[in-house]
């Protein structure tokens, strides 16, 4: 059964109900399969019918809280999304039970930072794509805090600067511009996207601060160009 991904919903929900699907104590796990090797990495996984954790990927890091029952609670300090079935990693304190009703308490602090980490990465995409997308597109995001940086295919030009690069991005940031959620068909499925208002969508399945006055100033710290392999990668810290 897949899970109800509630997250997509409302990134400024941290706290909430769902129902045990599953529990699992990983040192049964027999099987060497992918799934497994990284579910081992804790002593406990719980599945939930739905959940207000958003699994890493993406270039995002994980959510990470608790999930408190009736007789225990677990403390959450991973989750992974695999074949649409969204699975909590961490140590059970008393015991959770299946089909049990639970609260989940996502951290905001963790929450939020990560949120405004990705949508300053979609700011620096947006820019790029609307002044420079004759010769660079975008290739991949790397959104966490202690090293985010975004990469694309193609060299930015020369005369970009990383003080140049910035205005731009704290422009945008001083515009109050929407982060919108929707979705549209790309490559002929549907799909989640983001949309810095003003600017073209990107899909995306992560969190995002609802508008870029939250990002606080976005500091460019290193422009990084690699004409042999024809790219750009472009490092970034949030306020």
């Given amino acids: 059964m897949a899970t109800e991904l ?21 040192r049964n796990l027999v099987e060497d399969t992918p799934l497994n090797k990284t579910l081992k990495k804790h002593q406990h996984v719980v599945v939930l019918d739905s959940t207000l954790f958003y699994p890493q990927g993406g270039g995002q890091p994980t959510d990470v809280g608790q999930i408190v029952g009736p007789q225990g609670q677990m403390q959450v300090k991973h989750v992974v999304l695999y074949n649409d079935k969204v699975y909590h990693l961490g140590e059970i304190e008393g015991a959770l039970n299946e089909q049990e ?10 929450r939020l930072r ?7 990465g979609h700011v620096i995409f947006s820019i790029v ?40 991005v704290n422009g945008v940031v001083d515009m109050d511009c ?61 306020a």
């Fill in 178 to 238: 929407l982060v919108l959620a929707t979705s549209s068909m790309v490559d002929g499925k549907e799909k989640r996207v983001i949309q810095v208002d003003g600017f073209e969508p990107n899909a995306c399945g992560g969190t995002h601060v609802q508008s870029t006055k939250e990002l606080g100033k976005v500091t460019i710290r290193k422009i990084a160009r690699k004409a042999a392999q024809n790219f750009t990668k472009i490092s970034y810290v949030t």
């Fill in 101 to 110: 009703q639970v609260e989940m308490h996502v951290d905001e602090q963790v």
């Fill in 129 to 168: 794509k609307k002044h420079w997308s004759d010769r660079m597109t975008e290739r991949k995001g790397h959104h966490f805090s202690d090293g985010a940086y975004v990469e694309f295919e193609g060299l930015l030009p020369e005369e970009q600067t990383k003080e140049s690069l910035e205005k731009l």
């Fill in 114 to 120: 990560n949120a405004r980490c990705h949508s300053a």
């Fill in 6 to 26: 509630l997250y997509f919903k409302d990134t400024y929900q941290f706290k909430g109900q769902s129902r045990v699907v599953e529990v699992i104590d990983s």
